[in-house]
């Protein structure tokens, strides 16, 4: 193998730590804050419970798509890309 493959090997190692990093992060921490919220929600409203778990479970599954579309990218990087 020679240097020039080998930097692109790397860089395509890199790039795809930093998507999953980056892009699992951020699912994360937007589906905990809808959770909090919808928790707060129904604390105060137990009475609208049904359509507030409804909604955020629609959410975090809207936020998941995210992650895996980060998780498809670095994939890619990984086993299609060649340089």
Do not use: H, W
């Amino acid at each position: 193998m020679d240097m020039p493959s080998a930097l692109v090997l790397v860089a395509r190692a890199i790039g795809a730590a930093l998507v999953m990093g980056i892009g699992s992060v951020a699912p994360a921490l937007g589906e905990g804050n809808a959770v909090c919220k919808a928790l707060e929600g129904i604390a105060r409203q137990p009475e609208a419970s049904s359509e507030l778990r409804t909604t955020m479970i629609l959410g975090c599954a809207i936020t998941e798509s995210t992650g895996i579309y980060s998780l498809i990218i670095a994939l890619l990087l990984l086993f299609v890309f060649r340089g």
